[in-house]
């Protein structure tokens, strides 16, 4: 299994140009989340998705879109990126039972300018 | 609103000494608890989690915490600290499907 990948894992982007940051993961899991780790605030939670088709808001959703059109993959939009979403993105994913422990891709380092 | 506060943004102690961080939270019932730690340029690693039963939960690498439902506190602890425990803390609640961490406590550890 590779449990989850995220790509790219880094990108310079143009203040308004756009980007998907994908998340994939191999392990059936029905839950993934998409976090920011910003220095000094933590994991951020920008969208969440408890199984295919559904998706819903976390703390910081303005921004970003997302989509869970199968179980595997869970992308992340950013339609006009902006300086304040430069940051580092986790995607995670974990089976929803509880006892499930969360895996974590290796993050997408974003800076726009 | 939901919410997880680790009030120490950073605590030092001194190697072999003991360790406390405080995290509270704010839901509407008991959710399940989490610490993650994370070292410089790593992902985050599950220290422990609790979900019912047994409010003194034990954890990886001679961690443990407490949950205090009158407090709604969730304070992890470890009796004597070693220099490779420096890294940062994170508390997390789950309650549903949305997972929320905390602001992170960064831990150093003194010779």
């Known amino acids: 299994n590779a449990g989850v990948t995220q790509t790219p894992k880094f990108r310079i982007l143009k203040i308004g140009q756009s980007m998907t940051l994908q998340c994939a993961q191999d392990?059936?899991?029905?839950?993934m989340y998409w976090y920011r780790q910003d220095p000094g605030m933590g994991l951020k939670l920008i969208y969440y998705?408890?199984?295919?088709?559904?998706?819903d808001k976390g703390e910081v959703p303005n921004g970003y879109n997302v989509s869970r059109s199968t179980t595997e993959d869970f992308p992340l939009r950013l339609e006009l990126a902006a300086p304040s979403q430069t940051s580092v993105y986790f995607c995670?994913?974990?089976?929803?039972?509880?006892?499930?422990?969360?895996?974590f891709g290796n993050g997408t380092r974003l800076t726009v300018t | 609103a939901q919410s997880v506060t680790q009030p120490d943004i950073h605590i030092t102690v001194s190697e072999g000494a003991s360790l406390e961080l405080r995290c509270n939270y704010s839901?509407?019932?008991?959710?399940?608890l989490f610490w993650y730690v994370q070292s410089p340029g790593q992902g985050l690693q599950l220290l422990l989690k609790?979900?019912?039963?047994?409010?003194l939960v034990q954890g990886i690498k001679g961690f443990e915490a407490e949950f205090k439902r009158s407090q709604s506190s969730f304070n992890l602890r470890k009796p004597s600290v070693h220099w490779s425990d420096a890294a940062e803390y994170f508390c997390?609640?789950?309650?549903?499907?949305?997972?929320?961490f905390g602001q992170g406590t960064e831990l150093s550890v003194k010779p």
């Open positions: 995670a994913s974990t089976q929803g039972d509880g006892n499930s422990p969360l895996h």
């Open positions: 392990m059936n899991h029905n839950y």
């Open positions: 998705s408890v199984g295919a088709g559904i998706t």
């Open positions: 839901y509407g019932a008991t959710p399940y």
């Open positions: 609790y979900f019912s039963g047994d409010t």
């Open positions: 997390a609640v789950k309650q549903g499907g949305k997972l929320i």
